[in-house]
């Protein structure tokens, strides 16, 4: 079992809504709308919804792309995952996919909602 998978597992939908967090990532760009500037805070939906930054997700964490119970997390953070999960979802591991999620140019946001 993954690591996502027995964090999911072990989580009540209740559980996960109460321990989501609100990303920070959602500046006001100066047209008016919202810049998503991608990184571990970001929703898990919408990051698995951008190619790019699943692709990143996937080059870090395979098991990723093979758990369909991965969907339960989308309104959830990454960050927030790691206290589910802290040996499996370390602060190096999320260094990591930051430094390559942030040389992803920012994309309009589409918050993904719980």
Known sequence: ???????????SFG???????????????????????????????????????????VKHMPEIAK???????????FRSLQQFAPDAITDALLAAIDADLAKLPPQQATATKP
Request: hydrophobic share 50%; charged share 15%.
């Open 1 to 11: 079992m993954s690591a996502i998978v027995a964090v999911l597992v072990g989580l």
């Open 67 to 77: 758990d369909d119970q991965i969907e339960q997390a989308r309104g959830m953070t």
């Open 15 to 57: 559980q996960a809504f109460a321990q989501q967090q609100a990303p920070a990532n959602l500046p006001a760009a100066a047209s008016g709308q919202a810049q998503v500037k991608w990184s571990t805070d970001s929703f898990v939906g919408d990051l698995l919804d951008y190619a790019p930054a699943k692709a990143i997700l």
